[in-house]
């Protein structure tokens, strides 16, 4: 049987009295693009902050291609690239100067050009990041996350901050990424339904149910995913106004 890209067994995380993930095994293909969906508080950020060894588990097991994120942590920084939702980045370095930086970090990086081109920051790259928009942050920050050419790819919350014309088109980024092993958490069940080969339905930090978009609708016996999503965890999905920020 072909290695996994990613390859999680029972993961459980607590923070003090709160159980954040309970139980989530999870076996991804390689140029699979899986897509997290849950609410907010589900266990989606902290299963994929284990997944790239931003977080220990305090039990269970991930690889990601055979690497253990904790043992082989400088093995792993470059087949894995992270976009977190938050993006810390150094105030006062332009765009170009970061993308430069992040490349200077692998042997063979994406050119600056086609990072700068892939999410649409050219006209930005001599701006400085605290002068960036919400959502050219988070572009930004999808960038830097491709900067190595990385094998697997973790995006968390991909589109927040962005407008529906912004959306769209970094949803054409996200799918010319054609041997990437994409993992893209989400709450926006467009996003999902447009990306994803399979998606991972988890609530109160456990997977309840794990197939494509089409195979959930059918085990739900609903008319769409948002319907199934509720008829699967008793909740509903937040819907954002992400445009306050967007550009």
């Known amino acids: 049987m072909n290695e996994p890209a990613i390859h999680a067994e029972h993961l459980q995380k607590r923070y003090g009295d709160t159980l954040a993930v309970a139980d989530v095994s999870l076996r991804v293909e390689p140029g699979e693009v899986l897509g997290i969906l849950g609410t ?23 690889t990601v291609f055979g690497l253990d994120p904790r043992r082989d942590r400088a093995a792993l920084r470059q087949v894995l690239g992270v976009q977190l939702q938050k993006a810390q980045l150094h105030d006062t370095l332009t765009v170009v100067e970061l993308v430069n930086l992040y490349r200077s970090f692998y ?14 920051l050219g006209s930005q790259r001599r701006t400085r990041f ?11 920050s999808i960038a830097l996350a491709l900067a190595g050419r ?6 968390d919350e991909l589109t927040t901050g962005l407008d529906p014309r912004a959306r769209r088109r970094m949803w054409t980024s996200i799918e010319s990424l054609t041997e990437e092993t994409v993992v893209l958490v989400s709450h926006a069940m467009d ?3 447009r ?6 339905v988890i609530d109160a930090g456990r997977v309840v149910a794990l197939d494509t978009c089409a195979g959930i609708i059918r085990r739900a016996g609903t008319a769409g995913l948002e319907d199934a999503f509720v008829a ?15 550009a």
Request: overall charge negative; some cysteine.
């Open 232 to 246: 699967l965890t008793g909740k509903e999905l937040e819907h954002e106004n992400d445009e306050e920020n967007a």
């Open 191 to 193: 996003e999902v339904e």
């Open 195 to 200: 990306l994803c080969d399979r998606v991972a």
């Open 130 to 140: 605290d002068k960036l928009s919400g959502g050219q942050q988070q572009r930004l």
């Open 40 to 62: 907010n508080g589900a266990g989606k950020t902290t299963t994929v902050e284990m997944i790239a060894g931003l977080r220990t588990p305090d039990s269970g097991q991930v």
């Open 107 to 120: 042997p063979d990086p994406r050119p600056t050009d086609e990072l700068l081109d892939l999410v649409e």
């Open 150 to 155: 990385p094998r697997v790819v973790i995006l």
